[in-house]
Each structure stands twice: as C-alpha cells, then as structure tokens.
C-alpha cells in the first residue's frame, strides 16, 4: 500500500520483494502457464472515463487524523436506493462512511493500535435480533476481524460496532506475534448458497497465507468468527526455463495477498497475489489453486539492496503477462445477468483497470482495460489504486446504471507537501460504454 509508483528497475521500501531464490513448492507447480495476450496498445491508449465524485481529501499525518484511504464497500439500500452507502478504510484513521454524493456521513476511530485495512460486506446475517447487513474489516494492528452492522437510520449510525468481544486474533499465537504485523491484511466475504453460512477470507500480510473464517452469532447480538482452514500460496515459482524466481522483497517478506472477491454465481475464490499475479481457487480453500494472469513484472530478476533498501531488477527474461503491473490490487466482481460479467482488478503499477471473464469455460479470459482520468481540476481520477467496489444496479437519480467506487493513492490537487489519498465515484454505465465500445 505504497504513495510512491512503482518502476520496473527500482521499488521503495514499502513495496520491495526480497529476491529469495529456492526450489518451486509443490503448490507452485500446479500453476499453470498463462497465454500471452497482447494488448496492442499501451497503457496511455486504454480508454478512459472520468469520475461524477470524490470524496475529501484523507491525509497521513497528524494534522489528517493518520488517515490513508485504501477499500471501498457499496451498500445498497434497498428501501431506498438514493441512500445508499459506501463504506471505506482509511487505515489508523478507522472507517468512513460516504453518501453518493462522496459526502461524508460517518467516522468510526479505529480501536487502540487498530489499523483498519480492507472491508467487505455480508447481506441479511441471522441473528438473535433479525437479520442484519454487515460490514466486515479487517484490523491489521490487532490482527482481528472488526465487524459493523448497517442501519441508514439507526441512532449514532449507520454502522454499529457488533464485534464479539472474545473475538480471538486472525493468525497470531499473542500481543508479540500481533505486533511483528503479520497480520490480517486483505479480505473477502462469502456466503455459501449451498448451507447458507456466511464466510470471510482474510489474507495474512508479508505472507502467502489465506485463512478461511466461518462469521458466528455470539451473545447479546454481537459477532464473532472461527477459523475453518487455510492456505498457503507459492512463495517461489519454477519459470519456463527451469529456473526458481521469486520476487524482491526486504528479507523475511513474502509475496503477500491483498485483494480478494468471491464469485457468488460458483463460488470461486479470486486472490490478488501482489507481484506475482491473480489466482483462482475455491472459496472454501479444498481446490489447488490456479494461476489465471500473471503481472508483467513475472520471472523478473531482481536483488534487493541493503543499503538504499530497494530491489534493483535485472534483464526481463518476458515470462510475465501484459495485462497488470505490480501490484494487482483491489479485485471486485461486476455481475450481470445470465452469470456474465467482469473481474475487475486494479493494476497498480500502471494507474489502469483490467477486466477478465466470469465464466471459468473462457478460463476467466482477458477481455479490455481502462482508465479512471481526471474530470476537471479538482476533480481527478485515480492513480496507484489499492482498492475497488463495483455495483452493477441502480442507485437512485445519481447512479442509475450502477457505480464504480476506486482509491485514489495520489489526490490531487495537492496541499502542499502532504500526501494526499481518497475514494473516487464512476457511473458504472460510463465504464461499460467505454470498454464494450
């Protein structure tokens, strides 16, 4: 979750992979090799739509509350779709709630040490109370599952924190493993049609872990969460000429997921692994998982240096795919009617949008690219995304053909020195017109 961009020679600290070098896991031969499927164009040539909204500014230092924007959530209000939601993380700064004019309606602190990362939402829970629309989120500084229920009107709302209080830490043994911060990171939530259990997948940061947590109504209304299985993806991958890669990173780091969605229609899991690529996996974790786009930067040598604490990169040896840079981030599912429609994932390194194929008999196949441009001056549109929500039905006069929700890792204009970062609105019928054009 960097400010700075990406090149193909040179990372920041932040965004660096150790250039760990060792024999392909067994997980990792399963992987199989992805076609490549040339663009024709750059980057630049994509089309590009511009926002209808923003929201205001969100700044990482004292004076901005140490606030950094990084997920969205859409909720739709059924009642009433004109009030619908969107709920975002801003990290040490807790969650945010936005109206559809980007307008802020509520601030939720993030607990003691809290660090809110990614959130997802869960439709009409059972509970003791009724049923309830949550939204989930992931605490990275205490390695926990925070869980809100959405009520527009409710008094002090419209989310309520309902978190079990026993609710146990993600991946952490204790408070000294909770604050080495590998922790929970990126998240999914899944209901499963067959049982009617509802499910987070949350990824462990700094490493190749996925934990797949069953949500449980705990007393007095609140929930809680127990863990089910996990998974561990590759770290290395055995290249096409019999080599062993693995990308750079500051030593003890591993290729870390973080952006996650869920195939309702079938239940597929589809996991942003950042500098490797994007897999495909069953959401209740009992399927290999499979390779179905890799980042351009893929197979690419590169050592990472000590001193100026950055990953210099070697010759490409072109194993990687064409369509993502390092990072692929914030995965979202754009559903249409007849189980058509998109995986959309943010392809940080270029400041670009990339859409796959729903359909697994297409083998999830690239299908176009976009970008989210400026509007105005002081409207602009989206650069170093980390995270993504899309919703493709009606939301009222504002939105009738749906909405596009992206981070912006680069607000502008500019206040002064300060690194500013936010959430950008798109009317999801400007994307599709543009990329089905």
């Avoid at 940080?348 to 697994?360: C, I, M, S, V």
């Amino acid at each position: 979750m960097s400010p700075a961009r990406r090149s193909p020679c040179v990372t920041t600290t932040r965004r660096t992979r150790h250039a760990v070098l060792a024999s392909a896991t067994a997980l990792a031969a399963l992987a199989v090799a992805v076609p490549a499927q040339a663009l024709g164009t750059g980057a630049a040539a994509l089309p590009g739509v511009t926002p209808r909204a923003e929201t205001p500014a969100l700044y990482d230092d004292e004076a901005g509350g140490n606030a950094d924007a990084d997920d969205p959530a859409i909720w739709r209000n059924a009642a009433d779709p004109g009030r619908s939601l969107v709920v975002a993380t801003a990290k040490e700064g807790g969650l945010r709630v936005y109206d559809l004019d980007a307008r802020p309606v509520q601030s939720i602190a993030a607990p003691t040490r809290g660090r809110f990362n990614n959130v997802d939402l869960v439709h009409g829970l059972r509970l003791p109370t009724g049923r309830a629309d949550l939204a989930v989120t992931t605490d990275r500084g205490n390695d926990r599952l925070r869980i809100h229920r959405i009520d527009r009107d409710a008094p002090g709302g419209p989310l309520v924190d309902i978190t079990d209080p026993a609710a146990p830490p993600v991946f952490s043994a204790g408070q000294s493993e909770i604050e080495e911060q590998r922790t929970a990171y990126g998240l999914a939530t899944w209901t499963d049609r067959a049982t009617g259990r509802s499910y987070a997948l949350v990824s462990r940061r700094e490493r190749t872990s996925i934990a797949l947590l069953e949500l449980t109504a705990a007393a007095g209304g609140t929930v809680g969460y127990r863990k089910v299985r996990t998974l561990d993806l590759p770290a290395s991958f055995r290249l096409p000429d019999g080599s062993s890669w693995a990308p750079c990173a500051e030593p003890g780091e591993l290729p870390q997921v973080e952006g996650m969605v869920v195939d309702p229609a079938n239940g597929m899991l589809y996991a942003g692994q950042e500098d490797v690529g994007i897999w495909r996996m069953r959401a209740d974790l009992t399927s290999a998982p499979r390779l179905i786009d890799r980042v351009r930067e893929y197979g690419v040598p590169a050592v990472y240096d000590e001193e100026t604490e950055e990953c210099a990169a070697g010759a490409d040896p072109g194993f990687g795919g064409d369509h993502v840079s390092a990072d692929v981030e914030g995965l979202t599912l754009l559903t249409e009617s007849g189980g058509d429609g998109y995986l959309l994932a943010s392809s940080q390194g270029d400041d670009t949008f990339a859409l796959y194929d729903r359909e697994l008999e297409d083998a999830n196949e690239y299908e176009a690219g976009f970008r989210v441009t400026a509007a105005s001056a002081t409207l602009d549109g989206s650069e170093e995304c980390d995270g993504a929500a899309v919703l493709n039905a009606p939301l009222g006069a504002k939105y009738p053909n749906g909405l596009l929700v992206v981070q912006d890792g680069h607000e502008t204009p500019a206040d002064g020195d300060r690194t500013g970062t936010g959430f950008t609105f798109v009317d999801l019928g400007d994307v599709l017109a543009a990329v089905e054009d």
